[in-house]
């Protein structure tokens, strides 16, 4: 099963509709014994960073989700699925996330046109499986004010120029997190997407080997 994390975001059928272009079934879900149980965890997001925490911690879904990294369960973020993944952010004041990853997250500076909106490159840093058959500097589209600064920079797989380098993917172990929309980035987007899935399908077919 494919997971999507169910918290209120008003881009989950964008992200059905990907997921079921690519052939397989997602189940929008905010069980937390779903999301154990899928193979793959995809928190998508639009909108501000508190108010997503909010919703998160009323359904009981901020400690299962850092369970679920932390065990090591392929889990994909995008967008504000990235940025509650860090310490806190700077969005109406400070407010903090779910510390899953050391850093913060930042307001654009003002002095570029905020929200940054539209097609831009992302530039590959590492070679990894994600970025399978999607070549270097591809285009992908972005909708954000605020962007993700991680302690530890090599966990940065994909940057992005934007007056001032920002980081648009990060990596870490079955961790995946994208500050721009797949689902709307046409055919690498779905690429990006089949990749994490063939990812994890991979690895749960592995477990299930050794587990025999």
């Known amino acids: 099963m494919i997971a999507i ?3 209120g975001a008003g881009n989950l059928r964008s992200v059905v509709n990907a997921i079921t272009r690519l052939g397989y079934q997602p189940k929008i879900t905010s069980s937390p ?3 154990f149980h899928a193979q793959a965890v995809i928190l998508p997001g639009v909108g501000a960073a508190p108010d997503t925490m ?3 911690k009323k359904l009981g879904l901020t400690r299962p989700i ?3 990294i932390a065990e090591g369960h392929p889990f994909l973020g ?3 699925g990235l940025q509650v993944l860090f310490i806190g952010t700077e969005e109406g004041g400070w407010h903090e996330c779910l510390g899953i990853i050391p850093g913060r997250v930042k307001k654009l500076p003002s002095k ?3 929200p940054h909106m539209g097609w831009n490159q992302v530039k590959q840093r590492i070679s990894h499986p994600v970025f399978e058959g999607i070549p270097d500097a591809a285009n992908f589209y972005f909708v954000h004010s605020y962007y993700v600064e991680p302690d530890d920079k090599s966990l940065v797989a994909g940057e992005t120029d934007y007056g001032i380098p920002i980081c648009s993917v990060i990596t870490r172990g079955k961790l995946v997190a994208t500050q721009f929309h797949p689902e709307k980035s046409g055919e690498f987007g779905l690429r990006l997407y089949d990749n994490f899935i063939k990812l994890a399908l991979a690895t749960s077919i592995r ?3 050794i587990k025999c």
Do not use: A, M, P, R
């Open 5 to 7: 994390v169910d918290y």
């Open 33 to 35: 014994g779903e999301l």
């Open 54 to 56: 909010t919703s998160l």
């Open 66 to 68: 850092g369970q679920l």
């Open 78 to 80: 995008v967008c504000i």
């Open 112 to 114: 570029f046109k905020v």
């Open 207 to 209: 477990g299930n080997n």
